[in-house]
């Protein structure tokens, strides 16, 4: 495979050193990452020599004396782990660059904004891809052929439960603002809500039940499947037993087994984009419509106490 170069916005974020193993793992540069907290030692796993940068002035600067410097020198693809209401900026900027876009989910927080970097990639001829790693679980391709071998297409009952609890400090990071992070249904659940809306379909009906910083649930029809939903930050859902993440996903009462395979995905996800093969702005498109809904839904309320499990969201 060519080698290619590579910058990294935001390696001292959570999402880094995932993307920075895919890159090394794929025989590719890293020249120069950014982020504004200097607690990227990580880098040193992989990429030591790469310039780093507290200040995007600097660094805007470092990546235009590189794309001036030639071919060879210039910045190919950007990687881009900043906080979600920053992804549409640096997305931009990478373009701009003339550099090809590797954006982590969710790539933009609402709809308009996708249509608008469609019509920036048509100007600078260079490609905004997508980190959807969930297509490539092997469980999740098996099922995926199986739902549209079938002949007869019939309504699915899905039930999708996650439960990733988190301290204090979330609250009070970027992550807690619902206008920077898009709230708990995109920071949280954009992982799922792709996967389904990729095997299913796109949401026709959208409904919010039940609406808090740190949990939210609801109902979402797709093409061929009816969604029950919830997620949450509270250790206290957590099943009896369960001491750390509790993720579920059953259809029509079957149990959909992924909990083991993710530790090579954004290796795999970097792979198919170095060979053109990677996920646009298209194919994340639903999910990101279907995020934005549930951001601006009113909750319609239950009878009753709220279940974690939605039980009730039937009854």
């Known amino acids: 495979m060519k080698k290619h170069n590579f910058a990294l916005i935001g390696a001292a974020g959570f999402i880094a050193p995932r993307h920075l193993k895919a890159i090394k793992e794929n025989n590719q540069n890293l020249l120069a990452i950014i982020d504004p907290n200097d607690s990227v ?96 679980h092997p469980s999740i391709i098996k099922l995926r052929e199986k739902i549209q071998s079938e002949k007869i297409r ?87 037993g369960c001491n750390t993440t509790y993720r579920s996903v059953t259809i029509n009462g079957e149990e959909i087994e992924f909990s083991d395979g993710f530790s090579d995905l954004h290796t795999i996800s970097y792979k198919e984009i170095l060979e053109g093969r990677g996920f646009g702005i298209e194919d994340c498109k639903p999910s990101i419509e279907a995020v934005y809904e549930i951001r601006n839904a009113n909750p319609v309320g239950l009878k009753g106490e709220y279940h974690p499990f939605l039980r009730r969201l039937t009854s």
Not at 65 to 91: F, K, T, W
Not at 154 to 166: E, N
Not at 210 to 225: C, D, I, Q, T, Y
Request: aromatic share 14%; hydrophobic share 40%; proline share 4%.
């Open 41 to 136: 030692g990580i880098v040193d796993s992989y990429f030591p020599e790469a310039a780093y940068f507290a200040e995007f002035e600097r660094f805007d600067r470092h990546c235009e004396m590189l794309r001036r410097a030639g071919e060879s020198e210039r910045i190919h693809y950007v990687s881009i782990c900043s906080p979600n209401y920053l992804h549409d900026a640096h997305i931009r900027f990478a373009l701009r660059t003339d550099a090809y876009a590797v954006c982590e989910k969710p790539l933009v927080l609402n709809p308009w904004n996708a249509d608008a970097l469609k019509a920036l990639e048509a100007e600078t001829g260079k490609k905004v891809y997508n980190i959807l790693q969930l297509r490539h």
């Open 154 to 240: 019939r309504k699915y009952d899905i039930v999708l439960t996650y439960i990733t609890p988190r301290g204090k400090w979330y609250d009070f990071s970027w992550k807690g603002n619902v206008h920077k992070s898009g709230g708990i249904a995109t920071n949280i659940g954009i992982h799922f809500f792709d996967m389904l809306t990729w095997i299913f379909g796109k949401a026709s009906i959208n409904t919010l039940h039940h609406s808090e910083p740190r949990k939210a649930g609801g109902l979402m029809e797709l093409e061929n499947a009816y969604v029950k939903w919830f997620l949450s930050l509270d250790r206290s859902d957590l099943p009896e």
